[in-house]
């Protein structure tokens, strides 16, 4: 099996913009629990389009500004133009943002990749090293269970490649349940000579129901053993986190035990499901 060891373990956590007052109050305050823990950086997603635009700048901004940590916007190149992009660049790094999640992004209703002047992930990463130089450390995203919309594996692989080759700095894969398929993707990554640190995406498991619509969207597997038992325990919620955070801490143990770089947490805006899964982790395990 071949790991990741040369590279120090880090760790992130993910939001997701608000659309109210109030939701952003409550989701500064999440971020300062959080910030306790001194992670490397917090990530915030953004909306297909760009239909979130506006929240997740002040979002980014408020939560670097009021907890110290860097936090990186995600950005993504469909449904906006070169001189829209290019726009929130200078605004980043206006802000003393130095980090980016680059990504394609999800296609507005109705919108076809021919109406981008930026058409995919290798695109933007392009961009944004010709427009700001090494200004920022880019992110791209990974795929250990094959983007929803690649037609295989092999073609998957070779668009991540090209997302490395255009300046990606380190990758966060889509969150999975089967330790193994990340790292077959890590055999297959090197074997092709991409040697960034691929961060795990960790989702925990807190609503069954919510979990499967979304996993059945995103082309990301439940195994059928925990797909079964947490259909076993129907509005059992409390069972449900209990399994949950079981099953997500082994297979968190196992990925740092061979070798992954850090864990990525997709938080949901909520700090107790991901803060149990870490400190379940022993401390020689996190480092």
């Given at each position: 099996m071949n790991t990741q060891n040369e590279f120090s373990k880090r760790y992130s956590f993910e939001f997701f913009?608000?659309?109210?007052?109030?939701?952003?109050?409550?989701?500064?305050?999440?971020?300062q629990q959080l910030a306790q823990y001194q992670p490397d950086f917090f990530s915030v997603t953004y909306g297909a389009g760009g239909s979130t635009r506006n929240r997740t700048l002040s979002t980014v901004i408020d939560a670097q500004q009021n907890t110290g940590i860097p936090t990186a916007p995600h950005l993504s190149c469909v449904g906006d133009s070169k001189e829209e992009i290019i726009g929130l660049l200078d605004h980043y790094k206006a802000n003393d943002i130095n980090r980016i999640v680059a990504l394609r992004g999800d296609l507005p209703s109705g919108m076809g990749l021919a109406n981008s002047e930026v058409r995919y992930a290798n695109e933007l990463v392009s961009l944004i090293r010709e427009?700001?130089?090494?200004?920022?450390?880019?992110?791209?995203?990974?795929?250990?269970?094959?983007?929803p919309q690649a037609p295989n594996f092999e073609?998957?692989?070779?668009?991540?490649?090209?997302?490395?080759?255009a300046g990606a700095d380190a990758a966060i894969t889509?969150?999975?349940?089967?330790?193994?398929?990340y790292f077959h993707f890590i055999d297959r990554c090197e074997s092709l000579g991409?040697?960034?640190?691929?961060?795990?995406?960790?989702?925990?498991?807190?609503?069954?129901?919510?979990?499967?619509r979304f996993s059945d969207a995103c082309g990301a597997e439940i195994p059928r053993w925990v797909r079964k038992q947490l259909e076993a325990y129907g509005d059992d919620i409390e069972s449900i986190q209990r399994f949950g955070e079981e099953v997500v801490t082994r297979m968190c143990e196992r990925l740092?035990?061979?070798?992954?770089?850090?864990?990525?947490?997709?938080?949901?805006?909520?700090?107790?499901p991901s803060l149990a899964i870490w400190n379940n982790l022993s401390l020689s395990e996190r480092r």
């Open positions: 913009p608000t659309k109210t007052d109030a939701g952003a109050e409550k989701l500064l305050a999440t971020a427009h700001s130089g090494d200004h920022f450390e880019i992110e791209v995203a990974a795929y250990p269970e094959v983007h073609q998957d692989l070779l668009n991540f490649k090209r997302k490395v080759e889509q969150y999975f349940f089967s330790a193994d398929s991409i040697n960034i640190p691929i961060m795990p995406g960790i989702m925990p498991i807190t609503n069954y129901s919510k979990l499967a740092l035990q061979g070798g992954a770089p850090g864990l990525h947490f997709y938080t949901l805006n909520q700090a107790a």
